[in-house]
Each structure stands twice: as C-alpha cells, then as structure tokens.
C-alpha cells in the first residue's frame, strides 16, 4: 500500500491542483495533507487493504483459478481498447493518463513478468466492482444532492456510469493491480512467511501431544 501511495498521492495532489476533480468541503472533516482531505489518504490505506484481502480469500477458498486460463486475453483486450480511448483521447488528461498508464502497466504484465496471478486478480476486480459501484456511487452524488466528489468533465470521456466517471473503474484497475504486483512480489521475496500465511501450520492433532 505504501508503494502504491507513492505513486497515487503525487497524482491525486496533481489532478486536484489542476481541477481534474475535487472535494465538496460540505462532506469534509477540514484537515488536509497537501491539499489532499484526510478522507481521501484513508481511501489509499482502506481500499486496497480490503481488495486484497479479498484477493488473498478467493485465492484460499477458491483453488481453482477460474479466470486463468482467460487471462491473458483479457488483459490484450484490455490494452488494446485502453491504448485506443487513450490515442483518440490525448486532450482528456484523466483518460488519457489513466488509460495510458493502465495498458503501459498490463502490457508489462503480458509481456515482460509473465505473471501467473491475473486469473485470480481478474476475478477479484471483478467481484469488488459490486461495492466499488456502491460506494463510488454515494461518493459522486448517486444518493445525494451534491457530490463528495466532483469531476470536470471536460478533461474526461463525460461518460458515466450511473454518476461515476468510467476512468473511475480503469483507476481502480490500475492501483489494484499496482498493489496485488507488490503483494505478490513479496510472497516470493518472502516465501516462508508467506507460506505460513497461505497455509498455516495445523495445531492440536494427535501428533502434536506426543
């Protein structure tokens, strides 16, 4: 998360100097962190913990990688569609940035780390768009007279799903990949500890009392 942080804060200070988006102070505690809400640098520890640890769940409960042997023609889906919206889209800084960088991302993925992971990775962006739809949808004003969060839809596609902007749902791509890569990259840093966690250890069987 931290890594990941790294990356999203800087551009979240970016976009809100340039009023790509910004925060209905009528929604706000007041405290900011470089112009950042307080609210939104608990967005960047709370919403990639749950997603992994939904990851981390289906991965434990799920054996089967239902996904996988899909995955890699959907993520050249994925880029193909994304480098497109993003050559057509140059002058629209959140797709184009977003959309850019999503399938510079994936492409590394496809082709230069080989993962094995995406299968399951897939899966589980596709489950928590159920809650990503729910709660982004609160945030942009589905459910309220005025947003927590509002957009220029100038420097967007204008196209929305429900009230959120569809560069919304290839953001939250972007860092939960982002963020499932370095899950995984310490797993195999730290295959012990990471093995513990997987499977751990039985206790209190017969075996244990001799």
Request: charged share 15%; glycine share 6%.
């Amino acid at each position: 998360m931290i890594g990941t942080m790294l990356v999203f804060i800087p551009w979240d200070v970016m976009k809100t100097e340039l009023a790509v988006w910004g925060f209905n102070p009528i929604h706000l505690q007041g405290f900011s962190i470089l112009n950042l809400p307080v609210e939104e640098w608990l967005f960047f520890i709370a919403i990639p913990y749950a997603c992994l640890f939904t990851y981390h769940a289906f991965e434990y409960l799920i054996k089967k990688d239902l996904l996988g042997k899909y995955a890699k023609t959907i993520t050249a889906v994925f880029i193909v569609v994304l480098l497109l919206v993003a050559a057509f889209n140059p002058d629209r800084w959140y797709t184009f940035i977003t959309f850019l960088l999503t399938a510079v991302f994936l492409s590394l993925h496809l082709f230069v780390f080989k993962v094995s992971y995406l299968g399951r990775f897939y899966v589980m962006y596709f489950v928590t768009l159920i809650p990503f739809f729910i709660v982004n949808g609160a945030l942009t004003g589905m459910f309220t007279p005025e947003p927590v969060v509002w957009y220029d839809d100038t420097r967007n596609l204008g196209i929305r799903l429900g009230t959120i902007p569809i560069e919304d749902a290839v953001y939250g791509l972007l860092m939960l990949l982002m963020n499932t890569t370095i899950y995984e990259w310490l797993r195999r840093r730290f295959p012990a500890t990471a093995d513990r966690v997987t499977n751990p250890p039985k206790t209190g069987g017969p075996s244990d009392a001799r």
